[in-house]
């Protein structure tokens, strides 16, 4: 026992015990282990106590287990305990708690089945792991894939990946994913999709050799071996397919719980499709062949749509619909002929009943006869020497040959189709090198196990010799590579399990000598075993209750297999007569099955019956007959075969996939460990762990262990070599010099040696921590000290204040106490004095104001009597006055009472009527002069009855004078009458009379006045009622008004978000056309590249055929252009390689040639994308256009949001233009009245020129009351739309409320009639003020608009004889100025007197337009008008050049020396530059030549003017256009896109190259728009560049066409800087520490990681802000514009962010708390790098957001419900797959950190299931930014440019 592991058994220390049902379980030691002791005290993880006793004889203490770091590594090699709980236990951990299904044991990839559908697989994480090296990245199925593509491009071998594992394990999507891998990253030399054909052979491999099995619901029942093909460049040219041993017997039974072959169920779950009635299908429980397995359905998998994947399948691999419908009619009749019923005629005999309608079914499918068939099927022919006898068989001998034939039948149908899928990846190119990808059955073992499963289990062992000899070779290798001393390590060798199999009197040989014999059968080959094996050899045995079963041990497991039926299936007998039958068959692909039978012999010498294994390309050899070859038995064809398949692989480079089944159940993510380990064990894993672990399974490089030990390392050990630092620090450490050897580049260590260092690290980091906590706890503990000792001496420094405080106030008090006591009593003295003193006063002045108030009394007594005597008289006489006047008001009440109740009634009647109430709603003016003739009505019967009344008074006093005159008379004659008596008594019984009338009279006048009291109270509270009522209604219609202002508020504010949000959508589908249309462009480029090099092969291949011919066309077109714009000068080699196409094209037309299928393929795909492409164009600019449009609309519809309420508007509107029209109406009257009166003259009014006049003014009159009409219906259109889709809610409010109000008034009409009577009266008084208000004003308004007419009048006649002394052109602009003038005026004035602001507003903008329209025309008729002139110009320009040349052909000689005197104007011209250069056609080859192909970035252009290609190339299209001259500027433009393109398609990797023409096509751009003469681009331009602008030609198109070729230099710069920055980012942001000591490097497995310590080669933060500051400062040197410039750092980031995130959710490594640390200053260096460029407003930190969310989430704390939400609130940039990712990935780097609990895990899963986002688990890479190019004028004028001497353009002349 050595000293280290005493030193790791001790207490706590964890240990693997071994379990009946979980296999291993952890404990920990509750003591120290000593030496002797004979068991072990251990406390299991449940709290259990247990004592494990120990082997006395051995003495082997348990497994000990590894530290947490190690835990869940991805390489099960990186453990430094390597034995089996440890590997199960990561294994378990990896697949349960983090979902991953994938881990590396060494060389071998162990793949997990999940049972489930993972986002792992995509084509993001394809494109991630290419490239990479495959310990970079976590284990992974595309990892081993590009292990192998790099190998066998760097290495130029042959590579094959090995995917086995049980039935169910998943070998068949394993190997699927593996092709899928090189399908996408290689892709194909030609547009045949060899890549999607080599995928569409999985559907139909899968439909006719799976089935369900009662492990697996698709299990392959065949193994096969695919060969993909590549060519020299590593493209996917082919491929090549070999099967092997397909389980016929399946096609004739399957067991409980399983199915047959998937093809069959797919036909009947289709039987309904018109195309397959004539199968005669039905239900697949309808026939034995798909029945006896009783689950013919697999849960969520639908037959019919598989069946229509596998016709699509075929139709992609070219099998016609004729022969799929032929394949369907075998498969079919190989069902119906399962249903033929075979009756027994004798003990000897058989027959079949006649018309079977299956039977016949099978005959018409397969075109045979009836009775032929028949009759085989129950008899057969035997041959001997001289004779041929035909027997009849019995029943089970007839069924068995006819389960054979079709058995037979379905092994050539499955042959057949593998030959014509090997027919459709084949490819007449030359192949360079292939990737095998084979997918076979693993090791089996069943309850029975017959002659399948020897097979399969004899290929595995075939295949597990193959893997032990490589992995020990490997191991081998490696120790002889690093030059330490080794010694031959023992594996298990299964040689001679082999030999037991096929050596000479093996089990295959002894079964072939029995299938030899004639009376062979099963049991006597079993005794030949028995007696041949038994005795000889161990790994043979005999079961003990069977003589028909034998016993192999294999390297797995011991199998028993039953002997019965081995005979026969290894023979593979079929009825030769029923094949002759068949062979006689109408049906020609059952023929041609047959036929290709007897032809095709395979190399491996393997026929048909061999399970479909197909032959290679080797041709057979024609003359050898296939006699021979039809002897061969199955097991001696599968032996070939296998042998075959072993020198492939040898002769390959093998990569190996070992798939596990977690459980038998099909449960997603769970892991049964017994099943586990049985599968490690049989797959060979487990082998490998043992082999590694016998040797040095742990590695280390010097500088990783230097990095990682360096604490246990004193500072004196530390030296300068650090090979030789490393050498002590082990030898003082570790003192058994057996346990590490030391290499030439790394350092080996024995199994658990660093776990020693590791325990040695943490116990240092321990001691270290505890120390510093020590320190820090005593440095708190005194700083609390200090603090509580200062607050000590504070408190008592302010306490002894305090009392000394308190003293002094003592004292104070006291003093002030004595002085307080002395005024107090001094006060008290006073006060008494002052109250006597006042008593006294008090009483006499009581007394003398008691004796002035009895005088006052006495005197005011006096005066009151004389007072209440004349206020009695007068009372008396008011008295009498009063009775007279209650007599006149009691009449007046009764006639009033009268009246209103005949209005009452009328009033009623009224309000009743519904005619009445529309009346009242239809408008307030019908209303009010209805009232208002009412209370007119009203009035005229209250001045009559006032009238009455004062006649009735003046008629009563005149009564009553008459009888105060009648009784004065009488009183006179009473003194005549006292003398008669009898004339007396008359008069006095006449008075009596009168009297009582009088009291009557009385009465009723008291009853009336009681009456009119009622009366008046009853009123005055039916008007505090109506008055209440009217309070309520106005609070209610206040309430109404706030609630209609509230949610108009709430509108506009729902209109505004609307807004936003519809304008984000907007401006978001804007940017997504544009990325549409950029990625179309892309692909618009990359064939047109693809298009280029196939025409320089077709040329190329045209010059081979005929040396020496070269056909030169004088008139070639520049077809290189994609925009189809013609040019007459193209460069030389250009036309020269268009000449050899079609030089090419001749000689394919003659058949020597390439096929014209591709490019006419191509063509056509161009023409496509050119529609596609200007279909996106005119898309995007509707888009841009409708965006314009719904912002206008927006903005309006925001601002008529703000203004008053719309009915007001409206109505006060209506108002307005009605008063209006009657002003205008009086204004023409008077006008018609000024003609009429005024005296006729020139100049007089009524003259014509006045009549002239004011037609003017009435014409401008009509056309504006036809402006404001077209205003006022667009506004109301405006506002009926806007209350009907917006303010419904609103409107229906107020609508209840008038119904409200309707009903009010049905049912108090009286209440309802007073009210709007008083309304109507104070309406009407006011009306009537207004009026006369109004009045008043309207006639001072027309006195001052005589006046302003009449100086109107004087002002137009002057105008228009200045008018008329203008030039015609000058008159127009004049007379239009005038206009805008006068109209703006009067509508000015219009709207002084309008006081609404919302119509003011309105009309102001209605008149703004119109102004705006106006001068818009006035400018387009300038531009015309200069447009004409410069034409003008030029044309006699032309004409005056024409008359010279006649001139000078007239001119005699003599004359000829005057002509240098006209050369005088030349010079003049060149002092007046223009900015233009002429250049002559001839030379436009030699222009784009010097200027794009020739001119280098690096050299010549340096010292340029920023953009000065594009100004020269602008200023010879100046010229072009100033002669009018369309073709020179056509073949201009397309000669510089062209160049320009090939420029970037010759140097599109020089980033200075790409970014330089970038700049000036962008320049170019911004030239062709600021000189394009529109007025958007104008305005920035001063007036000398206005009159630069083009004049002939509008150029837009060609604007298009070069911003296009911009977002494409665009697009190619993009790639360039990603190219160069891929290679940087990983290393820089991940690996590289920054910040130095804060990640540690953890122990790696074999597949050794780039190391994060900084190497001299490799990439850091540095390199990349470096190469950042390159990009930059390149861009900035060659005048790239700025907002361009920022899009373009916005994308370098995304790609930083992106490429950085991808690889931290694909590294198990880089997830933890110390990277987390890393990559936050990474970024924060990258915002720093920002700022000093002025950057950080272009978006380019926040597409770093992601990155930084995920380095914060490995920061954060991860053990609370309150973590959870934090880190769902923090991480809003990632998703849901992303975040979970990174917490299934933290790996703590030492012990001191904890792993994330598998519950917090699936609570953040809980918080986040409602986000609605993407499931992809990577960003895209590949997403490139729309591109967008804002106009940048310049203000360098084209005068001034000087073009350099250096560029060789001394041919070009400025004009």
Same mark, same amino acid.
């Given at each position: 026992?050595?000293?280290?592991?005493?030193?790791?058994?001790?207490?706590?220390?964890?240990?693997?015990?071994?379990?009946?049902?979980?296999?291993?379980?952890?404990?920990?030691?509750?003591?120290?282990?000593?030496?002797?002791?004979?068991?072990?005290?251990?406390?299991?993880?449940?709290?259990?106590?247990?004592?494990?006793?120990?082997?006395?004889?051995?003495?082997?203490?348990?497994?000990?287990?590894?530290?947490?770091?190690?835990?869940?590594?991805?390489?099960?090699?990186?453990?430094?305990?390597?034995?089996?709980?440890?590997?199960?236990?990561?294994?378990?951990?990896?697949?349960?708690?983090?979902?991953?299904? #994938?881990?590396?044991?060494?060389?071998?990839?162990?793949?997990?089945?999940?049972?489930?559908?993972?986002?792992?697989?995509?084509? *993001?994480?394809?494109?991630?792991?290419?490239? =990479?090296?495959? %310990?970079?990245?976590?284990?992974?199925?595309?990892?081993?894939?590009?292990?192998?593509?790099?190998?066998?491009?760097?290495?130029?071998?042959?590579?094959?990946?090995?995917?086995?594992?049980?039935?169910?394990?998943?070998?068949?999507?394993?190997?699927?994913?593996?092709? &899928?891998?090189?399908?996408?990253?290689?892709?194909?030399?030609?547009?045949?999709?060899?890549? =999607?054909?080599?995928?569409? $052979?999985?559907?139909?491999?899968?439909?006719?050799?799976?089935?369900?099995?009662?492990?697996?619901?698709?299990?392959?029942?065949?193994?096969?071996?695919?060969?993909?093909?590549?060519?020299?460049?590593?493209?996917?040219?082919?491929?090549?397919?070999?099967?092997?041993?397909?389980?016929?017997?399946?096609?004739?039974?399957?067991?409980?719980?399983?199915?047959?072959?998937?093809?069959?169920?797919?036909?009947?779950?289709?039987?309904?499709?018109?195309?397959?009635?004539?199968?005669?299908?039905?239900?697949?429980?309808?026939?034995?062949?798909?029945?006896?397995?009783?689950?013919?359905?697999?849960?969520?998998?639908?037959?019919?749509?598989?069946?229509?994947?596998?016709?699509?399948?075929?139709?992609?691999?070219?099998?016609?619909?004729?022969?799929?419908?032929?394949?369907?009619?075998?498969?079919?009749?190989?069902?119906?002929?399962?249903?033929?019923?075979?009756?027994?005629?004798?003990?000897?005999?058989?027959?079949?009943?006649?018309?079977?309608?299956?039977?016949?079914?099978?005959?018409?499918?397969?075109?045979?006869?009836?009775?032929?068939?028949?009759?085989?099927?129950?008899?057969?022919?035997?041959?001997?020497?001289?004779?041929?006898?035909?027997?009849?068989?019995?029943?089970?001998?007839?069924?068995?040959?006819?389960?054979?034939?079709?058995?037979?039948?379905?092994?050539?149908?499955?042959?057949?189709?593998?030959?014509?899928?090997? @027919?459709?990846?084949?490819?007449?190119?030359?192949?360079?090198?292939?990737?095998?990808?084979?997918?076979?059955?693993?090791?089996?073992?069943?309850?029975?196990?017959?002659?399948?499963?020897?097979?399969?289990? #004899?290929?595995?062992?075939?295949?597990?010799?193959?893997?032990?000899?490589?992995?020990?070779?490997?191991?081998?290798?490696?120790?002889?590579?690093?030059?330490?001393?080794?010694?031959?390590?023992?594996?298990?060798?299964?040689?001679?399990?082999?030999?037991?199999?096929?050596?000479?009197?093996?089990?295959?040989?002894?079964?072939?000598?029995? /299938?030899?014999?004639?009376?062979?059968?099963?049991?006597?080959?079993?005794?030949?075993?028995?007696?041949?094996?038994?005795?000889?050899?161990?790994?043979?045995? @005999?079961?003990?209750?069977?003589?028909?079963?034998?016993?192999?041990?294999?390297?797995?497991?011991?199998?028993?297999?039953?002997?019965? %039926?081995?005979?026969?299936?290894?023979?593979?007998?079929?009825?030769?007569?029923?094949?002759?039958?068949?062979?006689?068959?109408?049906?020609?692909?059952?023929?041609?099955?047959?036929?290709?039978?007897?032809?095709?012999?395979?190399?491996?010498?393997?026929?048909?019956?061999?399970?479909?294994?197909?032959?290679?390309?080797?041709?057979?050899?024609?003359?050898?007959?296939?006699?021979?070859?039809?002897?061969?038995?199955?097991?001696?064809?599968?032996?070939?075969?296998?042998?075959?398949?072993?020198?492939?692989?040898?002769?390959?480079?093998?990569?190996?996939?070992? /798939?596990?089944?977690?459980?038998?159940?099909?449960?997603?993510?769970?892991?049964?460990?017994?099943?586990?380990?049985?599968?490690?064990?049989? /797959?060979?894993?487990?082998?490998?762990?043992?082999?590694?672990?016998?040797?040095?399974?742990?590695?280390?490089?010097?500088?990783?262990?230097?990095?990682?030990?360096?604490?246990?390392?004193?500072?004196?050990?530390?030296?300068?070599?650090?090979?030789?630092?490393?050498?002590?620090?082990?030898?003082?450490?570790?003192?058994?010099?057996?346990?590490?050897?030391? %290499?030439?580049?790394?350092?080996?260590?024995?199994?658990?040696?660093?776990?020693?260092?590791?325990?040695?690290?943490?116990?240092?980091?321990?001691?270290?921590?505890?120390?510093?906590?020590?320190?820090?706890?005593?440095?708190?503990?005194?700083?609390?000290?200090?603090?509580?000792?200062?607050?000590?001496?504070?408190?008592? &420094?302010?306490?002894?204040?305090?009392?000394?405080?308190?003293?002094?106030?003592?004292?104070?008090?006291?003093?002030?106490?004595?002085?307080?006591?002395?005024?107090?009593? !001094?006060?008290?003295?006073?006060?008494?004095?002052?109250?006597?003193?006042?008593?006294?006063?008090? !009483?006499?002045?009581?007394?003398?104001?008691?004796?002035?108030?009895?005088?006052?009394?006495?005197?005011?007594?006096?005066?009151?009597?004389?007072?209440?005597?004349?206020?009695?008289?007068?009372?008396?006489?008011?008295?009498?006055?009063?009775?007279?006047?209650?007599?006149?008001?009691?009449?007046?009440?009764?006639?009033?009472?009268?009246?209103?109740?005949?209005?009452?009634?009328?009033?009623?009647?009224?309000?009743?009527?519904?005619?009445?109430?529309?009346?009242?709603?239809?408008?307030?003016?019908?209303?009010?002069?209805?009232? +208002?003739?009412?209370?007119?009505?009203?009035?005229?019967?209250?001045?009559?009855?006032?009238?009455?009344?004062?006649?009735?008074?003046?008629?009563?006093?005149?009564? $009553?004078?008459?009888?105060?005159?009648?009784?004065?008379?009488?009183?006179?004659?009473?003194?005549?009458? &006292?003398?008669?008596?009898?004339?007396?008594?008359?008069?006095?019984?006449?008075?009596?009379?009168?009297?009582?009338?009088?009291?009557?009279? +009385?009465?009723?006048?008291?009853?009336?006045? *009681?009456?009119?009291?009622?009366?008046?109270?009853?009123?005055?509270?039916?008007?505090?009622?109506?008055?209440?009522?009217?309070?309520?209604?106005?609070?209610?219609?206040?309430?109404?008004?706030?609630?209609?202002?509230?949610?108009?508020?709430?509108?506009?504010?729902?209109?505004?978000?609307?807004?936003?949000?519809?304008?984000?959508?907007?401006?978001?589908?804007?940017?997504?056309?544009?990325?549409?249309?950029?990625?179309?462009?892309?692909?618009?480029?990359?064939?047109?590249?693809?298009?280029?090099?196939?025409?320089?092969?077709?040329?190329?291949?045209?010059?081979?055929?005929?040396?020496?011919?070269?056909?030169?066309?004088?008139?070639?077109?520049?077809?290189?252009?994609?925009?189809?714009?013609?040019?007459?000068?193209?460069?030389?080699?250009?036309?020269?390689?268009?000449?050899?196409?079609?030089?090419?094209?001749?000689?394919?037309?003659?058949?020597?040639?390439?096929?014209?299928?591709?490019?006419?393929?191509?063509?056509?795909?161009?023409?496509?994308?050119?529609?596609?492409?200007?279909?996106?164009?005119?898309?995007?600019?509707?888009?841009?256009?409708?965006?314009?449009?719904?912002?206008?609309?927006?903005?309006?519809?925001?601002?008529?949001?703000?203004?008053?309420?719309?009915?007001?508007?409206?109505?006060?509107?209506?108002?307005?233009?009605?008063?209006?029209?009657?002003?205008?109406?009086?204004?023409?009257?008077?006008?018609?009245?000024?003609?009429?009166?005024?005296?006729?003259?020139?100049?007089?009014?009524?003259?014509?020129?006045?009549?002239?006049?004011?037609?003017?003014?009435?014409?401008?009159?009509?056309?504006?009351?036809?402006?404001?009409?077209?205003?006022?219906?667009?506004?109301?259109?405006?506002?009926?739309?806007?209350?009907?889709?917006?303010?419904?809610?609103? !409107?229906?409010?107020?609508?209840?409320?008038?119904?409200?109000?309707?009903?009010?008034?049905?049912?108090?009409?009286?209440?309802?009639?007073?009210?709007?009577?008083?309304?109507?009266?104070?309406?009407?008084?006011?009306?009537?003020?207004?009026?006369?208000?109004? #009045?008043?004003?309207?006639?001072?308004?027309?006195?001052?608009?005589?006046?302003?007419?009449?100086?109107?009048?004087?002002?137009?006649?002057?105008?228009?004889?200045?008018?008329?002394?203008?030039?015609?052109?000058?008159?127009?602009?004049?007379?239009?100025?005038?206009?805008?003038?006068?109209?703006?005026?009067?509508?000015?004035?219009?709207?002084?007197?309008?006081?609404?602001?919302?119509?003011?507003?309105?009309?102001?903008?209605?008149?703004?337009?119109?102004?705006?329209?106006?001068?818009?025309?006035?400018?387009?008729?300038?531009?015309?008008?200069?447009?004409?002139?410069?034409?003008?110009?030029?044309?006699?320009?032309?004409?005056?050049?024409?008359?010279?040349?006649?001139?000078?052909? =007239?001119?005699?000689?003599?004359?000829?020396?005057?002509?240098?005197?006209?050369?005088?104007?030349?010079?003049?011209?060149?002092?007046?530059?223009?900015?233009?250069?002429?250049?002559?056609? +001839?030379?436009?080859?030699?222009?784009?030549?010097?200027?794009?192909?020739?001119?280098?970035?690096?050299?010549?252009?340096?010292?340029?003017?920023?953009?000065?290609?594009?100004?020269?190339?602008?200023?010879?299209?100046?010229?072009? *256009?100033?002669?009018?001259?369309?073709?020179?500027?056509?073949?201009?433009?397309?000669?510089?896109?062209?160049?320009?393109? @090939?420029?970037?398609?010759?140097?599109?990797?020089?980033?200075?190259?790409?970014?330089?023409?970038?700049?000036?096509? /962008?320049?170019?751009?911004?030239?062709?728009?600021?000189?394009?003469?529109?007025?958007?681009?104008?305005?920035?331009?001063?007036?000398? +560049?206005?009159?630069?602008?083009?004049?002939?030609?509008?150029?837009?198109?060609?604007?298009?066409?070069?911003?296009?070729?911009?977002?494409?230099?665009?697009?190619?710069?993009?790639?360039?800087?990603?190219?160069?920055?891929?290679?940087?980012?990983?290393?820089?942001?991940?690996?590289?520490?920054?910040?130095?000591?804060?990640?540690?490097?953890?122990?790696?497995?074999?597949?050794?990681?780039?190391?994060?310590?900084?190497?001299?080669?490799?990439?850091?933060?540095?390199?990349?802000?470096?190469?950042?500051?390159?990009?930059?400062?390149?861009?900035?040197?060659?005048?790239?514009?700025?907002?361009?410039?920022?899009?373009?750092?916005?994308?370098?980031?995304?790609?930083?962010?992106?490429?950085?995130?991808?690889?931290?959710?694909?590294?198990?490594?880089?997830?933890?708390?110390?990277?987390?640390?890393?990559?936050?200053?990474?970024?924060?260096?990258?915002?720093?790098?920002?700022?000093?460029?002025?950057?950080?407003?272009?978006?380019?930190?926040?597409?770093?957001?992601?990155?930084?969310?995920?380095?914060?989430?490995?920061?954060?704390?991860?053990?609370?419900?309150?973590?959870?939400?934090?880190?769902?609130?923090?991480?809003?940039?990632?998703?849901?797959?992303?975040?979970?990712?990174?917490?299934?990935?933290?790996?703590?780097?030492?012990?001191?950190?904890?792993?994330?609990?598998?519950?917090?895990?699936?609570?953040?899963?809980?918080?986040?299931? %409602?986000?609605?986002?993407?499931?992809?688990?990577?960003?895209?890479?590949?997403?490139?930014?729309?591109?967008?190019?804002?106009?940048?004028?310049?203000?360098?004028?084209?005068?001034?440019?000087?073009?350099?001497?250096?560029?060789?353009?001394?041919?070009?002349?400025?004009?």
């Amino acid at each position: 026992m050595n000293q280290e592991l005493y030193y790791m058994f001790v207490k706590l220390a964890r240990v693997w015990i071994p379990d009946a049902e979980e296999v291993w379980k952890s404990a920990a030691l509750t003591k120290n282990y000593e030496d002797g002791d004979g068991s072990l005290q251990l406390a299991l993880e449940d709290g259990t106590n247990l004592e494990h006793k120990l082997d006395p004889k051995t003495k082997n203490l348990p497994y000990l287990r590894n530290p947490d770091i190690l835990v869940g590594e991805n390489d099960l090699t990186a453990l430094s305990y390597l034995h089996e709980p440890a590997v199960l236990h990561n294994l378990k951990v990896r697949f349960i708690d983090s979902k991953l299904i #994938y881990t590396y044991c060494g060389i071998v990839l162990v793949a997990i089945n999940p049972y489930e559908s993972l986002p792992i697989y995509g084509s *993001d994480i394809i494109n991630a792991y290419s490239g =990479q090296n495959m %310990g970079d990245m976590d284990p992974h199925i595309f990892a081993v894939a590009e292990e192998a593509y790099k190998q066998m491009a760097r290495d130029e071998r042959n590579q094959s990946i090995i995917v086995s594992g049980e039935s169910g394990a998943g070998k068949t999507v394993s190997a699927k994913y593996a092709m &899928r891998y090189f399908a996408t990253v290689s892709g194909t030399t030609s547009e045949a999709n060899v890549e =999607q054909k080599v995928l569409a $052979s999985n559907p139909i491999m899968e439909a006719i050799g799976n089935a369900k099995t009662t492990r697996n619901d698709n299990s392959s029942r065949f193994g096969k071996y695919i060969e993909i093909g590549f060519d020299p460049r590593y493209r996917i040219i082919g491929a090549n397919m070999r099967t092997y041993l397909l389980e016929k017997s399946r096609v004739v039974f399957q067991a409980d719980e399983e199915r047959n072959y998937h093809i069959f169920y797919q036909l009947c779950a289709s039987a309904h499709l018109p195309e397959l009635k004539d199968l005669r299908l039905g239900s697949a429980n309808d026939f034995l062949y798909t029945r006896q397995g009783r689950s013919p359905v697999i849960e969520g998998v639908d037959d019919t749509k598989e069946l229509s994947t596998t016709r699509h399948a075929f139709t992609l691999l070219g099998v016609n619909e004729s022969y799929q419908m032929g394949l369907f009619q075998v498969l079919a009749a190989i069902l119906h002929l399962g249903n033929v019923e075979v009756k027994d005629r004798d003990s000897d005999s058989s027959v079949i009943p006649p018309n079977n309608s299956h039977l016949t079914a099978f005959c018409e499918l397969v075109g045979v006869s009836y009775q032929d068939m028949s009759h085989w099927l129950c008899h057969r022919k035997l041959r001997t020497a001289t004779e041929t006898y035909i027997k009849t068989v019995p029943r089970l001998q007839a069924v068995n040959a006819r389960d054979a034939l079709a058995k037979h039948v379905y092994a050539k149908l499955f042959s057949w189709i593998v030959e014509h899928v090997n @027919k459709a990846l084949v490819t007449n190119i030359k192949q360079r090198s292939f990737i095998g990808v084979l997918d076979i059955y693993g090791f089996e073992t069943f309850e029975i196990n017959s002659f399948e499963q020897f097979c399969i289990n #004899y290929a595995n062992e075939k295949l597990q010799q193959q893997f032990n000899m490589h992995v020990f070779k490997l191991e081998q290798e490696e120790y002889m590579r690093e030059e330490i001393p080794w010694t031959l390590i023992d594996f298990y060798d299964n040689q001679p399990c082999i030999n037991l199999i096929e050596a000479k009197m093996g089990v295959l040989d002894l079964l072939d000598e029995e /299938c030899k014999m004639p009376k062979g059968s099963d049991e006597s080959w079993a005794q030949k075993l028995y007696n041949t094996h038994l005795k000889t050899c161990s790994l043979f045995q @005999k079961p003990r209750l069977s003589n028909r079963a034998f016993i192999i041990q294999h390297f797995a497991d011991k199998v028993e297999y039953q002997c019965e %039926g081995f005979l026969e299936k290894n023979k593979d007998t079929v009825n030769e007569e029923q094949i002759n039958v068949l062979k006689a068959s109408k049906f020609p692909l059952l023929v041609e099955l047959f036929q290709d039978g007897e032809k095709a012999v395979s190399p491996t010498g393997q026929p048909q019956g061999a399970g479909g294994r197909t032959r290679l390309s080797v041709k057979p050899d024609k003359g050898r007959t296939s006699s021979r070859e039809h002897k061969k038995t199955v097991g001696c064809q599968f032996r070939n075969s296998l042998q075959m398949l072993m020198d492939t692989l040898n002769a390959t480079t093998p990569h190996y996939v070992r /798939c596990i089944k977690p459980n038998d159940f099909k449960l997603a993510f769970s892991f049964d460990p017994m099943r586990a380990v049985q599968q490690l064990r049989a /797959c060979g894993v487990l082998e490998t762990i043992r082999i590694s672990a016998a040797g040095f399974p742990s590695r280390w490089t010097y500088q990783e262990f230097y990095s990682r030990y360096r604490v246990l390392m004193k500072q004196k050990d530390v030296l300068q070599d650090k090979r030789l630092t490393c050498r002590n620090v082990l030898e003082f450490l570790v003192q058994d010099q057996d346990k590490y050897q030391f %290499g030439k580049t790394k350092i080996f260590f024995r199994a658990g040696q660093v776990a020693y260092l590791e325990k040695l690290r943490s116990d240092k980091l321990r001691v270290a921590c505890v120390r510093i906590q020590k320190t820090i706890r005593c440095w708190l503990a005194r700083k609390k000290f200090l603090r509580q000792r200062r607050s000590a001496i504070t408190i008592q &420094r302010f306490t002894r204040g305090f009392q000394a405080r308190c003293l002094a106030k003592f004292m104070r008090r006291t003093s002030a106490a004595t002085t307080i006591q002395k005024y107090q009593r !001094m006060c008290v003295a006073r006060r008494r004095y002052r109250q006597k003193q006042a008593a006294a006063l008090a !009483m006499q002045t009581i007394l003398r104001a008691y004796m002035a108030r009895q005088k006052y009394r006495t005197l005011l007594r006096e005066s009151k009597a004389v007072v209440i005597q004349k206020h009695a008289r007068g009372l008396l006489a008011r008295r009498r006055f009063k009775r007279c006047l209650r007599a006149i008001v009691y009449l007046q009440c009764c006639l009033r009472r009268m009246r209103a109740r005949w209005e009452l009634k009328k009033l009623k009647i009224e309000a009743r009527s519904v005619e009445h109430f529309k009346k009242l709603n239809i408008g307030m003016e019908n209303k009010i002069m209805q009232l +208002q003739r009412r209370i007119d009505e009203q009035n005229n019967n209250h001045r009559a009855t006032v009238d009455k009344l004062a006649t009735l008074e003046a008629g009563h006093a005149a009564d $009553s004078e008459r009888m105060r005159v009648e009784v004065t008379r009488l009183r006179g004659v009473e003194e005549d009458a &006292r003398n008669n008596a009898n004339r007396a008594n008359s008069l006095q019984g006449e008075l009596e009379r009168l009297k009582k009338e009088l009291a009557t009279t +009385q009465k009723e006048k008291k009853t009336i006045e *009681d009456w009119a009291t009622k009366y008046r109270d009853e009123m005055e509270k039916m008007v505090s009622e109506l008055k209440s009522q009217n309070g309520l209604l106005k609070s209610e219609k206040d309430d109404l008004n706030r609630m209609i202002q509230e949610q108009r508020q709430q509108m506009t504010e729902q209109m505004a978000r609307a807004i936003a949000e519809e304008t984000q959508q907007l401006e978001t589908d804007l940017n997504e056309e544009r990325s549409r249309y950029q990625n179309l462009l892309t692909e618009h480029l990359r064939l047109e590249e693809k298009h280029d090099d196939l025409k320089e092969e077709m040329a190329l291949s045209s010059n081979t055929s005929r040396p020496g011919h070269r056909r030169t066309d004088s008139t070639h077109s520049s077809n290189e252009s994609e925009y189809t714009y013609n040019s007459e000068y193209a460069e030389v080699d250009e036309g020269s390689r268009v000449s050899e196409v079609d030089g090419g094209r001749a000689h394919m037309d003659s058949g020597r040639g390439m096929d014209t299928n591709l490019t006419l393929k191509l063509q056509k795909r161009l023409g496509e994308l050119e529609q596609d492409k200007q279909q996106l164009r005119d898309e995007l600019e509707n888009k841009e256009e409708l965006f314009q449009r719904a912002r206008a609309r927006d903005d309006v519809e925001h601002k008529k949001a703000r203004g008053a309420e719309l009915e007001y508007e409206s109505l006060k509107r209506q108002e307005l233009e009605s008063e209006n029209k009657k002003l205008k109406h009086n204004l023409a009257e008077m006008r018609q009245s000024l003609l009429g009166n005024q005296a006729t003259g020139a100049g007089a009014p009524g003259s014509p020129a006045y009549k002239v006049l004011l037609d003017q003014l009435n014409s401008s009159s009509e056309e504006l009351d036809v402006r404001k009409e077209e205003v006022l219906i667009l506004r109301s259109q405006l506002v009926s739309q806007k209350e009907a889709t917006h303010h419904k809610e609103t !409107m229906t409010e107020p609508t209840h409320h008038v119904v409200d109000v309707s009903k009010l008034k049905d049912t108090d009409e009286i209440k309802q009639a007073y009210v709007g009577l008083k309304d109507t009266n104070r309406l009407l008084e006011s009306q009537l003020q207004a009026q006369r208000r109004s #009045y008043d004003n309207e006639t001072e308004g027309l006195r001052s608009e005589l006046q302003n007419v009449k100086e109107e009048n004087n002002r137009q006649q002057q105008l228009l004889a200045q008018n008329l002394q203008l030039p015609p052109e000058a008159r127009i602009e004049a007379s239009l100025q005038h206009e805008i003038t006068r109209l703006t005026n009067e509508n000015l004035e219009i709207l002084t007197d309008n006081q609404d602001p919302t119509a003011s507003r309105e009309a102001r903008v209605t008149i703004l337009r119109r102004m705006v329209d106006l001068m818009e025309q006035l400018e387009k008729q300038d531009k015309t008008i200069r447009k004409l002139k410069k034409q003008l110009k030029v044309y006699s320009k032309r004409i005056g050049e024409m008359g010279v040349g006649q001139t000078e052909g =007239q001119t005699s000689p003599g004359q000829m020396v005057d002509e240098p005197v006209r050369a005088v104007s030349i010079p003049r011209r060149e002092k007046d530059f223009q900015g233009m250069l002429e250049y002559k056609r +001839q030379d436009e080859l030699k222009l784009v030549k010097n200027l794009i192909l020739e001119l280098k970035p690096r050299g010549v252009a340096v010292n340029l003017i920023p953009g000065l290609p594009a100004y020269i190339l602008f200023m010879c299209l100046r010229h072009a *256009d100033y002669v009018n001259d369309d073709e020179k500027v056509r073949t201009l433009l397309a000669s510089t896109i062209n160049c320009i393109k @090939k420029i970037l398609k010759k140097r599109g990797d020089d980033f200075e190259t790409v970014s330089f023409w970038l700049a000036n096509t /962008c320049r170019f751009l911004h030239c062709l728009k600021q000189y394009s003469g529109d007025e958007v681009f104008m305005k920035h331009n001063s007036a000398r +560049q206005n009159e630069h602008c083009l004049s002939n030609f509008d150029l837009a198109e060609y604007r298009q066409v070069i911003s296009d070729l911009a977002i494409q230099i665009y697009q190619q710069l993009i790639k360039c800087m990603e190219n160069i920055l891929q290679a940087m980012i990983v290393s820089g942001m991940l690996e590289h520490e920054t910040i130095q000591g804060v990640s540690g490097v953890k122990p790696t497995g074999l597949r050794k990681r780039t190391s994060s310590i900084a190497d001299e080669g490799m990439y850091t933060l540095e390199s990349i802000l470096r190469q950042l500051g390159a990009f930059h400062s390149t861009m900035c040197q060659h005048g790239t514009d700025p907002e361009l410039i920022k899009q373009v750092v916005k994308q370098q980031f995304y790609i930083i962010g992106a490429v950085t995130l991808n690889n931290l959710l694909l590294r198990k490594d880089m997830c933890s708390w110390s990277k987390g640390m890393q990559i936050r200053y990474n970024v924060s260096q990258l915002e720093e790098w920002l700022r000093d460029k002025n950057l950080m407003a272009c978006g380019a930190k926040e597409t770093l957001e992601p990155l930084i969310q995920a380095a914060q989430l490995l920061q954060v704390k991860k053990k609370t419900d309150e973590d959870a939400e934090a880190i769902c609130s923090m991480c809003h940039a990632l998703t849901t797959a992303q975040i979970v990712k990174v917490l299934n990935l933290y790996t703590p780097v030492n012990e001191f950190e904890e792993r994330v609990s598998v519950s917090f895990i699936r609570t953040i899963q809980t918080r986040l299931r %409602g986000r609605c986002e993407s499931p992809q688990l990577l960003m895209d890479t590949k997403v490139i930014y729309p591109v967008t190019f804002p106009f940048n004028p310049s203000a360098l004028a084209l005068e001034t440019i000087q073009i350099p001497s250096s560029l060789n353009l001394g041919f070009l002349v400025r004009v």
